[in-house]
């Protein structure tokens, strides 16, 4: 049996854990206190809840009534039905209400080393096409690195790890070097997805009122993160660092590059410790998910933002994804406009995720 | 890869055009800077109290105009237009005249001060400072010259006193919009602004959001930045994050003939935003269902945006970026005295034949009602 190459990979499907898929995986003494107090760590979804549970689809909600829940049920649903090859999934709660906050860091490392442990046992040991995002406590770095040595010891199907939006300090910032350390060690690359630790405020000017707005503004954080770790020079300390925008949107980055390089004619000189240009570090360190895909308000102009996007460097940059189970999914099936070239979409389908993450081809 | 190899603008140097990019036509320019030297130059429009408690205090006035201005900054004050001593542009109405009206005859101007009274906590220093703001810019600005107009300033705080300054100055002939820094307290379509628009409304002004101001916390969702260009550069969230809030509120279906300006916040990422906001109130309608026409909708009718910075791109991607935000929502703006290294004649020949003059001067006309 030749292997045949990979067809579809999708960079962004979520597992959802549970306090009753976690306890089994939590020392006692913290079981204990998760059954007690509960996480006290704020989620977005308590400020501004989402139209539905879990901001899940309907028909996603397995028997266990959690959407994302369920391995199997997510494999049958997704997986099966659309001939994922590979799929990476970002646990949401990992990444969010228990990546710390308003927590004891000794609890916040306990539930993400549960987290991940449920991932592997569950999820991993279950199907052979699941990779996984460790999830890490990233405002607490030290514990963050050893989250991701644990997890890399276990299993080589960790594939990144995943960092929320919104965390105490812009990205950049010297306090989150360590991880870049141990992610370029296992040259892993780092995902930034929607979300955040609990610590800040949803907007730079205070808190939004609803659900669309939070959902809405999901690419809005990811300005201020590229920002930092582009003028904090960064790639310079470490060049091969990857970047993975998950769920941010693509088509803001070229204005965004054009704002960055324009800042750098004029004030270049407060950034002298940079080593190159502000749009070649776009260039060679980033990488952007599909969902929720750009619809320009005309259809014929999606070709043109794509190009756009393209014409930074940033050819096979953009990668399938389709954030099951939420409730704005996109299939496989119906995301990129059918008109689309072959290689274009084979690029974004597959081939661009492969080369990134090093997926190899399939037994058939 | 011809944006790496594009060559770096150099900042302009002395004695060039005003930065008009050669178009001969009417001009408007919706942005022009007034920015009082530190507190001295309000000297007069302050009561001996304030002069008192000030000078007791040795208080330098707002901190937050240098935090967001550094006096030093090439960005600040350009090259062409800064005095080796002495005043330095933006600072008084002569240089103004020198260096903006003189060589380039604008028809109108409109003066934006960032008076920075936000990063004033002390409730009623904050009403002093920002009377004595507006009473400076009506008497040494609006006075001088039948060619200014001028935005008003406002405490950031208190709305009570913000809606007792709008009555006090906002029906001044030559007071044609509030300004609203960016950053600030809350989102402005949150409904404890609503006595402010109310207020605003009732004089006939432009509500016109503005970069710099003061944020209670962070000016972004994920902490401080550390850089100035970083956090520059970055304050786009914030102007995506208001206008959001704005329209997700429905702030414009409760005041129909809101008019609000957004500057010196760019204008490239506008129609990504537009795309966004019109896909997911398609998605989430039922859960903010006042929203009664897709934002890119109420975005056309209610909002303009000023040229200054125009943070272009290769002009065929600056093309592609008019024709999908539609020229009609342009005002030109100088920024003066600020620096971005704007080339107005590259967005002229990119801005399609018809759609020039309605930028450089026709769109401001009508927006802001001027003659």
Redesign the interface.
């Given at each position: 049996m030749n292997p045949v190459a990979i067809s579809l990979v999708d960079t962004d499907v979520h597992n959802i854990s549970y306090t009753d898929a976690l306890l089994p995986y939590l020392p006692q003494r913290w079981a204990e206190r998760l059954r007690t107090f509960g996480v006290r760590t704020r989620a977005e979804a308590d400020v501004t809840p989402a139209l539905r549970p879990q901001a899940g689809r309907h028909d996603a909600v397995p028997p266990c009534g959690v959407a994302g829940g369920d391995p199997v049920f997510a494999r049958r649903q997704h997986l099966d039905m659309f001939g994922v090859d590979i799929a990476i999934l970002n646990n949401i709660p990992g990444q969010i209400s228990h990546s710390g906050g308003n927590d004891p860091v000794v609890f916040s490392a306990a539930l993400e080393a549960a987290n991940n442990d449920w991932t592997m046992d569950q999820w991993f040991g279950s199907d052979p096409r699941w990779r996984g995002s460790v999830a890490i406590q990233y405002d607490n770095p030290a514990f963050a690195v050893a989250e991701i040595e644990r997890c890399r010891a276990l299993d080589d199907r960790w594939v990144q790890a995943v960092v929320g939006t919104r965390t105490e300090r812009p990205f950049g910032h010297e306090k989150y070097w360590p991880l870049f350390e141990a992610l370029t060690h296992y040259d892993m690359p780092l995902a930034f997805h929607p979300g955040g630790s609990g610590s800040g405020q949803l907007s730079g000017a205070g808190w939004p009122s609803y659900y669309f707005e939070n959902h809405a503004g999901y690419q809005y954080p990811v300005v201020s993160q590229v920002s930092s770790m582009v003028f904090e020079g960064v790639f310079d300390r470490w060049p091969t660092l990857k970047v993975v925008v998950v769920e941010g949107g693509w088509s803001w980055v070229a204005p965004f590059v054009w704002r960055m390089e324009s800042a750098m004619d004029v004030l270049g000189s407060e950034v002298s410790h940079l080593q190159r240009r502000p749009a070649e570090y776009l260039a060679e360190h980033f990488w952007f998910t599909t969902q929720p895909m750009e619809e320009p308000t005309r259809s014929e102009w999606f070709t043109g933002a794509l190009d756009q996007f393209s014409r930074l460097g940033l050819v096979e940059r953009l990668m399938f994804s389709s954030d099951y189970p939420h409730w704005d999914y996109d299939s496989p099936a119906e995301a990129l406009p059918h008109d689309l070239p072959t290689d274009v979409r084979q690029s974004i389908m597959a081939d661009t995720a492969a080369a990134l993450y090093g997926f190899g081809r399939r037994a058939r | 890869?011809?944006?790496?190899t594009?060559p770096?603008?150099s900042?302009d140097r002395p004695g060039t055009p005003p930065p008009t990019g050669g178009w001969t036509g009417p001009v408007i320019d919706t942005d022009v800077h007034a920015q009082f030297a530190g507190v001295p130059a309000l000297w007069e429009y302050l009561s001996p109290m304030w002069r008192e408690f000030i000078t007791e205090r040795g208080y330098h006035g707002p901190y937050s105009i240098p935090t967001t201005y550094p006096p030093q900054?090439?960005?600040t004050v350009a090259a062409r237009w800064r005095r080796e001593s002495g005043p330095q542009a933006g600072s008084a109405f002569d240089l103004l005249r020198t260096d903006l009206l003189e060589p380039g005859s604008p028809e109108y101007v409109v003066l934006n001060c960032y008076a920075g009274v936000d990063s004033i906590r002390h409730p009623d220093l904050a009403v002093a400072i920002t009377r004595a703001v507006n009473d400076w810019l009506i008497a040494e600005w609006l006075e001088r010259d039948d060619r200014l107009r001028a935005s008003m300033v406002i405490p950031a705080h208190t709305f009570s006193d913000m809606v007792a300054e709008i009555h006090r100055v906002g029906s001044h002939p030559g007071i044609v919009q509030v300004l609203f820094p960016?950053?600030?307290?809350?989102?402005?379509?949150?409904r404890n602004w609503y006595p402010v628009y109310e207020a605003l409304l009732e004089h006939g002004l432009v509500m016109g959001m503005h970069h710099g101001?003061t944020?209670?916390?962070?000016?972004?969702?994920?902490?401080?930045?550390?850089?100035?260009?970083?956090?520059?550069?970055?304050e786009?969230?914030?102007y995506?994050?208001?206008l959001?809030?704005i329209v997700?509120?429905g702030l414009f279906q409760r005041y129909p003939d809101l008019r609000m300006a957004v500057l010196e916040g760019?204008f490239?990422?506008v129609?990504?935003?537009?795309?966004?906001?019109?896909?997911?109130?398609r998605?989430?309608r039922?859960?903010?269902p006042w929203?009664r026409l897709p934002p890119?909708e109420v975005f056309r009718e209610h909002l303009r945006f000023s040229t200054a910075?125009?943070?272009?791109?290769?002009p065929e991607?600056m093309a592609?970026?008019i024709?999908?935000l539609g020229p009609e929502m342009l005002v030109f703006a100088s920024d003066y005295p600020h620096?971005?290294?704007d080339d107005v004649a590259q967005l002229l020949s990119v801005l399609p034949a018809q759609s020039r003059a309605a930028v450089m001067a026709e769109t401001a006309r009508e927006f802001y009602r001027l003659g």
């Open positions: - | 890869m011809s944006l790496l594009r770096r603008n900042p900054a090439l960005s960016v950053r600030a307290q809350a989102l402005y379509g949150k101001g944020s209670d916390g962070p000016p972004t969702a994920c902490g401080w930045p550390s850089w100035y260009i970083e956090e520059r550069v970055g786009l969230q914030l995506q994050s208001q959001t809030n997700a509120e760019g490239t990422w129609p990504s935003l537009m795309w966004r906001l019109d896909k997911d109130w998605g989430l039922r859960t903010v929203m890119s910075p125009i943070n272009a791109g290769p991607e592609r970026i024709e999908w620096e971005h290294g």
